[in-house]
């Protein structure tokens, strides 16, 4: 089978840390973006990140009891073993692996989305395709991990690749195969690849209560959700997720200063840009507020760049602001709420443009095996130039996670998307989706 053809690879290259891996559109002319989120505007057209300072919307299906942290600061120690490694385990060949503090992982993210419009529910993103079967994420995850409770310095690696998926189309970065988005005649391929995350970690014990190091490409660090399909509460994403910032690329350092606070400070090559003449110097930072024993907690995140569209490359630089906070109501029950203003000057012929959005979600745990959330979102567009149609949008949604075993999930979701000002969804104000998704974890 393929995995083990990966495994191979894997292996061949020995202890070596060998990275491969948001989203620049490389689109232009048009006011509106396919969304990778800082590319060109569109036209209406994912265990948890050890060292990235989301959220973990409560409950979410990752690591359950988890979730009203904020994501560590400092790195954690190796996550659950999946059927590939278990698989392994006893082998010459996982012997060599653990040896190594080696991991080869992955899964296959299916969905199907019933809808109201026919062909598609774009501005609504990811699982944008009306009434069809899809394989949105089939992602290869391979690291190596840091030793958090070492008196020296670690060194790691992680390296995550959509192979292939429909989400490589919001997530694929400027400057890094973004040729795909319009190899179709002009348009996205409707399957493609994306090194999503690949970066080198290195982690100091000695400074701090533990500082890590992280140079390459990451997911960013604001808001409550992410491209790690595993990690959200609910299937679909929220447009103040789909429409600001998805990955960085640059070196970024997590300081843990006491077991409550934890800093981040990066400089970047842009928002969701690579190496191309579209990239240019920007800071990213965040403080977390997270006690141990405490039933609340609070991320802070910015991102302060030049804040100017970029007209020759058709590029957009965002400056954004984001506060994050969550609360554990009881042992089942927890509140998380997303706020986030993001803005930007020199957009052709409307000049200042921004928009913002505040999302809430009520999580319940009914088991350790199921889990529901409520989700109601409010994102203004204000001049349109994100989603490519302004105006404000209200999005509820409601969503299960069943965990029929622990590589194998079931994730119905009801949802409902209304514009106050604007007809999005193919000449119509308003879009009703039911979505099925299934995830098979290897």
């Known amino acids: ?12 290259l020995g202890p070596t840390p060998a990275p491969t891996s948001p989203a620049q559109s490389s689109v232009s002319g048009s006011p509106v973006v396919s ?33 009203t942290q904020i994501k560590p600061a400092a790195p954690t120690a190796a996550p659950d073993r999946w059927p590939l490694m278990n698989a392994l385990q006893g082998t010459w060949y996982g012997a060599e692996l653990d040896d190594q503090r080696l991991a080869v992982s992955g899964w296959a993210s299916m969905t199907f989305t019933g809808s109201t419009d026919r062909h598609d529910q774009l501005p609504m993103g990811f699982n944008y395709l009306a009434n069809q079967f899809t394989l949105q994420q089939n992602l290869v995850r391979v690291e190596r991990f840091v030793d958090p409770n070492a008196t020296t310095p670690t060194w790691g690696f992680r390296s995550d690749t959509i192979l292939p998926g429909v989400d490589y189309r919001f997530t694929i970065a400027r400057g890094l195969f973004d040729h795909q988005l319009v190899a179709d005649n002009g348009a996205p391929n409707l399957y493609g690849i994306d090194p999503v995350q690949f970066y080198g970690e290195l982690y100091v014990p000695e400074v701090g209560r533990g500082l890590d190091i992280k ?22 994403r929220a447009y103040n997720f789909l429409y600001n910032p998805y990955t ?195």
């Open 215 to 236: 140079l390459g490409r990451f997911f960013a660090l604001f808001g409550a959700e992410s491209i790690d399909t595993t990690q959200n509460a609910v299937y679909s």
């Open 248 to 442: 960085h690329t640059g070196l970024l350092t997590t300081l843990k200063l006491t077991d409550a606070w934890t800093v981040q400070n990066g400089i970047v090559t842009g928002s969701d840009v690579f190496i191309d003449p579209a990239a240019n110097p920007t800071y990213i930072g965040s403080a977390k507020w997270a006690p141990p024993t405490g039933r609340d907690s609070v991320l802070v995140s910015v991102i302060l760049g030049k804040g100017r569209y970029d007209a020759a490359r058709s590029f957009s630089n965002p400056e954004l602001f984001d506060l994050v906070y969550a609360h554990k109501v009881s042992d089942r029950l927890t509140y998380t709420v997303d706020a986030t203003y993001s803005f930007q000057t020199g957009f052709p012929n409307v000049g200042f443009v921004n928009n913002w959005g505040v999302v809430q979600y009520l999580t319940y745990q009914f088991s350790s095996k199921l889990f529901a959330t409520s989700r109601l979102e409010f994102f203004d567009d204000v001049q349109g130039q994100r989603t490519g149609f302004k105006g404000l949008y209200t999005v509820l949604t409601t969503g299960v996670t069943y965990k029929v075993a622990p590589y194998f999930w079931l994730r119905p979701e009801l949802r409902y998307d209304t514009n106050a000002e604007s007809r999005p969804f193919e000449g119509k104000p308003d879009l009703f989706t039911a979505t099925l998704n299934v995830l098979l974890r290897w």
């Open 1 to 12: 089978m393929w995995p083990a053809l990966v495994l191979g690879g894997a292996l061949a």
């Open 35 to 67: 969304r990778p989120a800082n590319s060109a505007p569109i036209a209406s057209p994912s265990e948890p990140e050890p060292q990235t300072l989301t959220i973990e919307v409560p409950l979410a299906p990752a690591p359950p009891p988890a979730t």
